[in-house]
């Protein structure tokens, strides 16, 4: 099955599709969504708080949560800090999630395809996917 592209309209493939459902997940504010308003990541709000161990941690289960709850097509395995130890004092950090890719998830059928691993980048107002 193929998604088509939010910005250019482009035919896309399904990991491609799915990558970008979980930015727009993950970059909507809570309650924005008029008829959905528990739908969004909850990440957003965290974005220019200074970074604690704690704050951290709750930014990590965060989006695996919301990716979990609103993206059928995956199922997180595992997510990774990724970036130096001075890169995240400075407040740069980036995360490395893995997790099955079920294709036919959003229909019901949760058999996995592959694992697959994507990092997700966090700059200025924006959230970006890029499939390792």
């Known amino acids: 099955m193929a998604g088509i592209d939010r910005r250019t309209g482009a035919i ?9 459902a979980t930015v727009f997940i993950l970059s909507t504010r809570l309650s924005t969504v008029v008829l959905l308003r528990e739908f969004g990541g909850g990440v957003i709000e965290l974005l220019g ?10 930014w990590q289960q965060l ?12 199922a997180i395995r595992r997510v990774v800090p990724t970036g130096s130890v001075e890169q995240i004092r400075m407040g740069i950090a980036g995360l490395l999630i893995e997790a099955d890719f079920r294709p036919r998830g959003h229909l019901g059928d ?15 107002s924006t959230i970006t996917a890029v499939a390792a």
């Open 63 to 74: 989006i695996a949560t919301a990716i979990e709850l609103w993206e059928p097509r995956f």
């Open 12 to 20: 896309i493939d399904d990991l491609s599709s799915t990558l970008q």
């Open 110 to 124: 949760f058999t996995v395809e592959r694992v697959v691993g994507f990092t997700l980048g966090f700059g200025g």
């Open 49 to 58: 708080r200074r970074m604690t161990p704690t704050l951290f941690a709750v």
